[in-house]
């Protein structure tokens, strides 16, 4: 019912910067918590950031924190991830989600691939 697709994603050199976008389309919830996840090879997938229906409750996790900023334009119904000084570790599959709240995902985005070269 709902439609995610991310875009964004690329190759870049270690110190540089990606930002990643995700529009929703369908059935979206009427408020609606969105975050980013991420998975490398022979990796569990990861919580990268997540973002309250107002933008007003950020969520990130520790190895991401000062360098990445997620943020949400509602009239679009898109989410955005900002991502600087990245880092080889930073390399993986990164996927978009919404659901009802945060920690409550009930949609994924095919996702995206991100490579940082060393």
């Known amino acids: 019912q709902v439609q995610l697709v991310e875009s964004g994603g690329g190759l870049v050199q270690a110190g540089g910067s990606l930002r990643l976008s995700c529009a929703a389309s369908?059935?979206?919830?009427?408020?609606?918590?969105m975050a980013w996840f991420r998975q490398a090879p022979g990796k569990d997938r990861e919580f990268v950031a997540a973002?309250?229906?107002?933008?007003?409750?950020?969520y990130y996790t520790d190895s991401v924190k000062g360098r990445f900023t997620i943020s949400r334009d509602n009239a679009e119904n898109t989410v955005y991830l900002q991502m600087n000084t990245l880092k080889p570790e930073d390399t993986a599959v990164y996927y978009c989600?919404?659901?009802?709240?945060?920690?409550?995902?009930?949609?994924w985005g095919q996702g995206t691939q991100v490579t940082v070269s060393s």
């Open positions: 973002i309250t229906w107002l933008g007003t409750g950020t």
């Open positions: 369908g059935r979206t919830f009427s408020t609606s918590a």
């Open positions: 989600a919404i659901g009802p709240r945060v920690g409550k995902y009930t949609y």
